[in-house]
């Protein structure tokens, strides 16, 4: 059945980096963009970045611009997260979903309601 698995998260050193992945399998409804979103212990999941239309388009919440770079690899049906200079407050829980993009916020979208979330990835930034 659909499925998306994310991989590549660690803990790491502030200023460290990472490359998240994200490979989808089965059918999945994807629409036209694809994202990520993070959440950390006692806080609401938020977007992160997303891609849309064979890369033509990307979001990136303020938090993150000039850090995180998103991109995809569709032969591979994989979404990646290049995250460089990362912060102690990029420590989060991350997954990725298909996801509908507005001027200031990116939200998770499924089959007719949410996506059913995955393990996600598990990122960890010291001081």
């Known amino acids: 059945q659909a499925r998306l698995e994310e991989s590549g998260g660690g803990s790491v050193q502030a200023g460290g980096s990472l490359r998240l992945s994200c490979v989808a399998s089965?059918?999945?409804?994807?629409?036209?963009?694809m994202g990520w979103f993070r959440q950390a212990p006692g806080k609401e999941r938020e977007g992160v970045a997303a891609?849309?239309?064979?890369?033509?388009?990307?979001w990136y919440a303020d938090s993150v611009k000039g850090r995180f770079t998103i991109s995809e690899d569709n032969a591979k049906n994989t979404v990646y997260l290049q995250m460089n200079n990362l912060k102690p407050e990029d420590t989060a829980r991350y997954y990725c979903?298909?996801?509908?993009?507005?001027?200031?916020?990116?939200?998770?979208?499924?089959?007719?309601?949410?996506?059913?979330w995955g393990q996600g990835t598990q990122v960890t930034v010291s001081s």
């Open positions: 089965g059918y999945i409804y994807r629409g036209n963009c």
């Open positions: 979903a298909s996801a509908a993009v507005f001027p200031t916020a990116i939200e998770p979208l499924g089959v007719d309601g949410p996506p059913n």
């Open positions: 891609i849309c239309t064979d890369g033509s388009t990307t």
